[in-house]
């Protein structure tokens, strides 16, 4: 199994605050217009609503497990630097096969909204009625079909696109909630969020084919389109939906090795500037006519590029010190 050397450990503080936002948009039944000023604004008034269950569709910024329990043997497991200290260290005290040094994104939902952390979804014998993860590493908007026919043949990128991921929510579904009927009901009052899809897909152009950032977006309209029909999981029954948008490329730990040469690169946050053209703001996008519009139900987007404009310099404590964003 061959997978990229560096992995985002995402900050605990960028966690925080996007679970905040996306719990308040949640919590206030806001629809798409639902901004990240807003809902900040609403922090302290809005009440937490009640689901039955959350279910989760993304990659490795949403992997709760799924990639562990799907490798067949040691020595694959063993390749997944997430099964090795110092992950996990944080909160579990061990290496849980998340993609960071605690919890992921969608621990903090759901623990925010009073349910148990998700089990992975290919996980055995493990209780699905309060909610499960389909995310999983590497996954993408696009199918690997698509990929091969450019040439990928990284099987990394081929571990549950969102498709895939969806077609597992669809065989689970029966042994959560019985019959078709049931299942209508037990959607409606259900929480769905889908991770940040589209990131990876852009990866793959960058790493994979060595596209600049200008000719990565000629694949937007496509992404976009993978990404709408994927929220049709309307079709469904659900009505509670989280689509988020993906974190700023150019701040990706990544890419500042292989694509940074120094300072002018930078932007006052150490992000590369020109990878930051990516993503477009896509969340919008998702509206449009030509991705088929927007579902008939509460789907709160949540651009979480935006998230970084609410983290700004504290002046250094003195010469030399480090700066310090809060």
């Known amino acids: 199994m061959?997978?990229?050397?560096?992995?985002?450990?995402?900050?605990?503080l960028m966690a925080s605050l996007v679970i905040q936002l996306i719990t308040v948009v949640v919590a206030s039944g806001g629809g798409s217009g639902t901004t990240s000023s807003t809902a900040?604004?609403?922090?302290?008034?809005?009440?937490?609503?009640?689901?039955?269950a959350m279910f989760t569709f993304g990659d490795s910024m949403d992997e709760t497990g799924n990639i562990c329990v799907g490798s067949s043997n040691k020595t694959e497991l063993n390749v997944l630097t997430c099964t090795h200290p110092p992950y996990g260290e944080t909160y579990f005290g061990r290496p849980s096969c998340r993609w960071c040094d605690g919890r992921v994104v969608v621990d903090f939902v759901a623990q925010a909204l009073g349910l148990p952390l998700l089990p992975p979804s290919k996980a055995k014998g493990k209780d699905f009625r309060r909610g499960v993860n389909m995310a999983i590493t590497g996954g993408t908007a696009m199918n690997f079909s698509?990929?091969?026919?450019?040439?990928?043949?990284?099987?990394?990128w081929n571990h549950g696109s969102l498709d895939t991921q969806?077609?597992?929510?669809?065989?689970?579904?029966?042994?959560?909630?019985?019959?078709?009927?049931s299942c209508k009901g037990y959607v409606r009052k259900s929480l769905f969020m889908f991770g940040a899809y589209g990131g990876n897909?852009?990866?793959?152009?960058?790493l994979e084919r060595g596209l600049t950032p200008e000719q990565a977006m000629n694949y937007t309209?496509?992404?976009?389109?993978?990404i709408a029909n994927g929220v049709k999981l309307i079709a469904l029954g659900a009505v509670h939906v989280v689509v988020p948008g993906i974190f700023p490329t150019g701040c990706l730990p990544i890419f500042l090795p292989l694509f940074g040469d120094g300072d002018a690169d930078l932007d006052?946050?150490?992000?590369?500037?020109?990878y930051n053209l990516l993503p477009p703001d896509q969340?919008?996008?998702?509206?449009?006519?030509?991705a088929g519009g927007s579902p008939p139900a509460e789907a709160p987007q949540l651009d979480e590029a935006h998230v970084r404009g609410l983290l700004r310099p504290r002046v250094p404590d003195g010469p030399g010190a480090p700066q310090v964003w809060v």
């Open 201 to 206: 897909d852009y990866n793959v152009q960058l």
């Open 221 to 226: 309209p496509k992404i976009v389109g993978a």
């Open 146 to 156: 698509f990929y091969k026919s450019l040439g990928i043949e990284n099987l990394v």
């Open 2 to 12: 061959k997978l990229p050397s560096l992995y985002l450990r995402p900050s605990l």
């Open 283 to 290: 969340v919008p996008q998702l509206d449009a006519p030509e």
């Open 40 to 52: 900040a604004a609403a922090a302290a008034a809005a009440p937490t609503k009640k689901y039955n």
């Open 268 to 274: 006052d946050a150490g992000c590369l500037k020109a």
């Open 166 to 181: 969806i077609q597992w929510f669809k065989e689970l579904l029966p042994s959560i909630c019985g019959r078709e009927q």
